[in-house]
């Protein structure tokens, strides 16, 4: 715990894993050769039936701030599962901390399948340090093409990616902490917004992403869950379907049907929204967010900004 001297810089960050036994080693590395270190590491094992267990259990043995929960056997769920699994390392990191007179200013996530550059929290909280009104930030995910060169995944600078973020713990604790939905990361960015904190993506600060996005499941899987995501989000239906066309026209083309598909079957078995009115709202209004965004890009561009 001494590795961490600044009382203000101390964070803690939980890691959801499944039969992770490929990945997880280097994330390990990757964690422990941070320059500033967590002083919390709660990586939870959702019932893998691979080696992540004992892959776990020695890294446990090696540092006392890592930290574990192990749950039964659960299917494979990109749904809500995800941020099931992420509340139960929270509210463990967060209960181990009390007990154990641990202070921390932030509060984050790691998936399994990503590697961190060194200073990745460094650089992180050095960001939310220069910005009092920053909630939440993330890094950027990069992957390796087929080129085996090292790409940027483009996200919008408002919002922080999942597989790498933190929270600064009052903001996390001011929108009720990690909402469990479909799309989780989406619905807190909201609710950062919604109570006046920014929200922000660092592209210098590097995340490597060895599973492409939705691939763990199948594309097909992931598109039909996003479907089903943006109902239970009350997106609004004309922006649905301009979304699916979008998939629609862009390789591989069954993707647009995998959304569509996602979102009128859960209009069909008329599935619960989201039961928070503000973020629903939101989401009911964000086309115009995204005309507005998208208008901005074509007049900075056509005036040379």
Not at 185 to 211: C, P, Y
Not at 248 to 274: E, H, T, W
Request: one cysteine or more; glycine letters at 6%; proline letters at 3%.
């Amino acid at each position: 715990m001494k590795e961490n001297s600044t009382l203000a810089r101390q964070y803690i960050i939980v890691t959801p894993a499944k039969d992770e036994e490929k990945n997880l080693p280097n994330l390990i590395h990757s964690v422990i050769t941070q320059t500033f270190k967590p002083v919390v590491w709660v990586i939870v094992d959702d019932g893998s039936i691979d080696n992540t267990p004992e892959i776990i259990r020695e890294a446990q043995e090696k540092y006392d701030w890592i930290q574990s929960v192990h749950l039964e056997k659960h299917p494979r769920d990109i749904g809500k599962r995800y941020a099931h699994v992420c509340n139960i390392g929270f509210d463990f990191a967060i209960k181990y901390c009390e007990e154990h007179n641990i202070q921390y200013e932030y509060i984050g996530i790691v998936d399994a399948d990503i590697v961190l550059e060194s200073e990745f929290f460094n650089k992180l909280i050095e960001e939310f340090e220069k910005n009092p009104k920053l909630g939440i930030a993330s890094g950027s995910e990069y992957y390796y093409n087929s080129n085996n060169e090292l790409v940027l995944e483009e996200m919008r600078d408002e919002l922080p990616m999942g597989c790498m973020r933190l929270w600064r713990k009052e903001c996390f604790d001011e929108t009720g902490g990690y909402y469990i939905s479909h799309f989780p990361d989406s619905v807190s960015n909201v609710s950062a917004k919604l109570k006046g904190w920014e929200t922000k993506v660092f592209k210098h600060i590097k995340a490597i992403q060895v599973r492409k996005t939705h691939s763990a499941e199948g594309l097909w899987r992931g598109y039909k869950v996003i479907g089903i995501s943006d109902y239970f989000r009350d997106y609004h239906p004309l922006f649905v379907i301009a979304k699916g066309i979008k998939y629609l026209c862009r390789s591989p083309y069954y993707l647009g049907i995998a959304y569509l598909y996602g979102y009128l079957s859960s209009v069909l078995r008329r599935m619960d929204k989201i039961d928070n009115e503000e973020v629903r709202n939101y989401y009911r209004h964000k086309y115009k967010e995204i005309i507005q965004y998208h208008w901005t890009k074509i007049r900075d561009k056509v005036m040379g900004r």
